[in-house]
């Protein structure tokens, strides 16, 4: 028995040998090469396996790598295949004349139901050597078990199904306690009838399964049930509380117990059936089922989601007939096994295989005699393995990609979508089911479809170009190039460029066409013009019409498409040609609102003049929401265009910018200035002096040229605007000349600006005045109050203008009253003479006795400034004790003095230096014009030095406000301190 499965090794190292075949490469579709690898290897093929009974085999089944057969003489071999040589050997209770009737392993491998001849029911668990007997089952021949497929322990079965051979159904539990000697009679926990299906005669039950299905009721499970007679298949579907009691199933039957129950009879049975489901592998669901009944084999899919009605789960249903061998008559199959697209019949002496799919035989294994009559087949529903089995042999079935022809299959019924499901992994197969698909909807005239699918394959595009160019609209076209386009990498430059061209001819032909027809208003123009940009506008399309706008531009052109030419400018950021076409077409307002949308200020600069022409209000209203980002002296070529006589809005407007700038923006640039005062002066003069006075009388910080503005005014007539200008250039007597030609109060506001110190001005401004109120106005009277108005003039000073006819009562008064100040002032002069004599006296008497002072000066006395030995150099001595070294003394008096007097004392020290090398040249020669051109200037630089001590006169009260460090030594003193 160790040699069971010798063979496995062998078995895969012969599928390894058979896929390391050298490839053979054959061109299998456009632009693919199929290397063929197991494509030669049949999808199913046998292996006997390596065993010899000791007794005949009557039963095989198999479940998750546990095998268990059954022999003749009632002896069970169970075998874990994963580990071969761990066989063990289980005797039966024996009975005379008593045989194995039927054996049931659950989906785990777990749980066996042995059910002998005689009707005893006996049960073996995985952990178990010895079976144990159901005794509720005494006396019922269990032909079905249903497992419950959400079980995994391995002590208890859960609630599972069985069917009799006399129709009925029952439910029960099955639970290994072990070898406890104290549990006997309970290994059935439970056994309840549920429901018979021979109400009508005795039939047996030869199949039967459940499974849960979805629910959103949060305290019931829905369940279905497939129940088989040899001619009849049931369903039940129904709810099952989940806090019941068991039996768990009783409250689904209980409303089919009136006869209401669904089920499908077919005819011609031949006395049994067989019912078996699919579940891939991993699969929480069953997926199909396969009923093998007389006609032949009922297959369908399981759908719970509730397709097929309140009642039933079996959906994509048919009858799949029996092959037939030539004329001979036909065999009825022994046994079924299901795969995911085959089902496998067991004939005594062949083994045949059908697809479900296209229904036909695609294998058939022959017998030889001398391995005996086949007795069964099976298979394991989790591993996927089938074995088959006669009296003395077992033979195993491989198999080998059993979907790798799927995809023909499904392709050959035009199910596409599952085709490509099935072929994902092999480009050449999924690039002919997408080509059959092209075709199939080009033929049903589903050209957008179809354009989709072609441009999915590796066809050749010429071809499948021509083939949509022959139809009379080109949206099938337009979509196979777009998909084509979109397929291409970032690098293929050149094929990208000629299918984007071409798209674009396409798109603009349509367009073309669509005005032709008068449908340029339609939904469908607007939906295909969206179409078409959002084409141009894609990263990889922008990219490519970019760098070929020219073409584009040209191509667009010759379409006279002038809206799309205008959006496609704007999509390469051609703002200048957009601004330029809507000019060109007198859509001022237009060019505008594309010129408020741009950063580029360059173009503001270009387009204002023209814009400012026809639409000034606009074009200023732009310049303003700009703000900072303009700069106002580039703009003045626009301000400048316009002819205040025809259109005086734009003057207006120009004024409304300028006083922007100057007023939020505090512009300073002197030809704004200019203009803005051009602009006044020729269209609002009433706010010219309002201007004028804004600047200031300040010359550093007007900002308008005085003699541009003052040749403005002048030449347009505005004489009190020249008067403040004059004023401000400081020509006080053109002022004045020109005020009195306006108003005399303005005359003598000019007369009186003049610096305080400037007297001779003033009172010759203010004689001018007097004068044209005399002369011209005639006004004595008037001439008479400048008198008190300005204290420069005097009544003399007046007289003169006067005509002889005046009499003296006009000004007797002024002349009274000025002889009372003559007299008052020759009062203080006598008494400021009487001081001054006084004076004199005192200073002659200290002068006297100044010549009699003198002081001593010592070898220790040291200099005020420099503290080095006095008598060292030349030096100073004053009456208040302090002395200095001559250049110690200038060196301290310089930085006080006046630039001019500082420059006269460096002049004088150059020229006693020069007398002093002249004079010892000229040792012994006698020279007194040069000793007493010395002394003077000895003299003098005593005087502008040595005046007074520069600790104790005037020079060091002047600088008391002065700081004690420079702003040089600051940083060196805080230095120091820290």
């Known amino acids: 028995m ?74 069970l ?57 159901i005794g509720k089952l005494k006396g019922h021949l269990v032909n079905a078990v249903a497992w419950n497929l959400q079980n995994t322990n391995e002590n208890t079965t859960g609630a599972i199904l069985l069917g009799t051979s006399r129709g009925l159904i029952f439910e029960t539990e099955l639970t290994d306690s072990g070898d406890s000697r104290f549990f006997q009679g309970s290994l059935d926990q439970y056994l309840k009838q549920l429901f018979n299906l021979a109400k009508d005669k005795i039939v047996p039950i030869t199949g039967l399964e459940f499974d849960r299905m979805p629910s959103d009721s949060m305290t019931e499970y829905k369940y279905y049930i497939l129940a088989t007679t040899p001619g009849r298949l049931y369903q039940f579907v129904g709810n099952v509380s989940k806090s019941t009691d068991p039996p768990l199933f009783q409250q689904l039957f209980m409303q089919y117990e009136s006869g209401a129950e669904q089920f499908l009879e077919l005819p011609g049975e031949f006395g049994y059936s067989e019912l078996t489901m699919y579940r891939p592998r991993h699969a929480k669901c069953v997926k199909s089922f396969a009923w093998m009944t007389g006609p032949g084999v009922y297959h369908g899919e399981i759908d719970v989601s509730g397709t097929a009605g309140p009642q039933s789960v079996t959906v994509n249903t048919k009858l799949i007939r029996y092959p037939r061998d030539g004329d001979e008559k036909s065999q009825n199959p022994l046994s079924m096994v299901m795969t995911e697209f085959h089902v496998l019949l067991l004939f005594p002496d062949r083994l045949k295989v059908m697809c479900v799919l296209n229904e036909q035989l695609i ?137 984007v061209t071409w798209l674009i001819e396409i798109f603009l032909n349509q367009l073309g066409e669509m005005k032709e027809q008068g449908q340029d208003e339609s939904d469908e123009y607007r939906k295909v013009q969206e179409e078409f940009r959002v084409f141009l506008a894609q990263p990889k399309n922008k990219e490519c019409v970019s760098n070929n706008r020219g073409v584009v531009y040209d191509l667009i052109a010759s379409h006279g498409d002038v809206e799309d030419m205008v959006f496609f400018a704007v999509l390469m950021q051609d703002f200048e040609k957009v601004i330029t076409h809507h000019i060109q077409h007198d859509n001022y307002k237009g060019a505008l609102g594309q010129l408020s949308k741009q950063t ?44 205040h006589n025809k259109n005086r809005e734009q003057g207006n407007e120009a004024i409304k910018y300028l006083e922007f700038c100057i007023e939020q923006l505090d512009n300073k640039d002197q030809a704004i200035h ?108 008037r001439a008479m109050e400048f008198l008190h108005d300005c204290e420069l003039l005097k009544i003399e000073d007046i007289l003169p203008f006067f005509p002889d006819f005046v009499t003296i009562d006009h000004f007797k008064d002024a002349i009274v009253t000025s002889l009372q100040e003559y007299n008052h002032h020759i009062e203080q002069l006598k008494e400021e003479m009487d001081d001054a004599t006084k004076s004199a006296e005192e200073i002659r008497k200290e002068i006297q006795s100044f010549r009699n002072k003198y002081a001593f000066v010592s070898a220790t006395d040291k200099c005020a400034a420099c503290n080095f030995p006095l008598m060292a150099r030349s030096f100073y001595l004053f009456p208040c004790h302090h002395k200095f070294h001559s250049d110690c003394l200038i060196g301290e008096v310089l930085p006080n003095l006046t630039s001019k007097k500082r420059q006269r004392v460096e002049e004088l020290q150059r020229k006693v230096a020069e007398n002093e090398d002249s004079r010892a040249l000229s040792v012994g020669v006698r020279g007194d014009n040069s000793t007493d051109k010395s002394k003077d200037t000895k003299a003098e630089l005593d005087d502008l030095v040595a005046s007074e001590c520069i600790y104790c006169g005037d020079l060091m009260v002047r600088s008391i406000d002065q700081p004690f460090l420079d702003e040089g030594d600051e940083d060196l003193v805080l230095s120091g301190w820290l």
């Open 2 to 75: 160790a040699s069971i499965l010798d063979q496995y090794e062998e078995e895969s190292a012969r599928a390894t040998s058979i896929s390391s075949v050298t490839p053979i490469q054959v061109p299998i579709g456009p632009g693919y090469i199929d290397a063929r690898t197991d494509l030669d290897t049949p999808i199913f093929s046998k292996k006997k396996i390596n065993f010899k009974p000791s007794d005949p085999l009557t039963h095989v089944v198999v479940s998750s790598n546990f095998l268990v057969m059954a022999m003749s003489n009632n002896l």
């Open 77 to 133: 071999l169970r075998l874990d295949l994963e580990h071969p040589d761990q066989q063990e050997e289980i005797e039966l209770p024996k009975a005379s004349e008593d045989k194995v009737y039927r054996l049931f392993l659950d989906p785990t491998g777990k749980h066996l139901i042995i059910c002998m001849e005689s009707t005893e029911n006996l049960y073996l668990s995985r952990n178990s050597r010895k079976p144990r007997s």
């Open 363 to 499: 294998y058939e294994d022959v017998f030889p005699d001398r391995f005996g009559r086949l007795l069964g087949l099976c298979s394991d529903p989790v591993k996927g393995t089938i074995w088959a089995f006669t009296g003395q042999s077992i033979f195993k079935y491989k198999v080998t990609r059993e979907a790798r022809d799927v995809w023909q299959m499904y392709l050959d019924k035009n199910e596409f979508e599952l085709a490509k499901e099935y072929c994902r992994d092999n480009v050449a197969q999924l690039d002919r089911v997408l080509t059959k698909q092209a075709e199939y909807l080009f033929e049903k005239g589903e050209y957008q479809e179809s354009a989709m699918m072609y441009a999915q394959t590796q066809n050749s595009f010429e071809e499948i170009a021509l083939k949509f160019i022959k139809l009379d609209g080109k949206d099938a076209l337009k979509s196979f190039i777009q998909k084509k386009l979109s397929a291409l990498r970032h690098q293929d430059k050149t094929q990208i460029t000629m299918l």
């Open 600 to 643: 580029d200020t360059e173009l503001v600069y270009k387009f204002s003049p023209l814009l400012m022409q026809y639409i000034p209000r606009e074009t200023v209203s732009l310049w303003i929401s700009l703000r900072g980002s303009l700069e106002p002296i580039k703009l003045i070529p626009a301000l400048v265009q316009y002819d």
């Open 674 to 781: 200019n203009y803005l005062l051009s602009l006044y002066a020729k269209l609002k003069p009433d706010q010219l002096m309002t201007y004028l006075n804004i600047q200031g009388t300040d010359e550093d910080t007007i900002c308008y040229d005085l003699k541009y503005a003052l040749r403005l005014c002048a030449e347009h007539g505005h004489k009190k605007a020249c008067v403040h200008i004059y004023s401000l250039m400081g020509l006080y007597e053109e002022a004045v000349d020109l005020a009195l030609q306006v108003d005399v109060e303005l005359a003598k506001q000019q007369a009186d600006k003049p610096d305080e110190d400037d007297n001779d001005l003033r009172k010759k401004l203010w004689l001018r005045i007097a004068r044209h109120v005399v002369e011209e106005e005639k006004d004595v009277k």
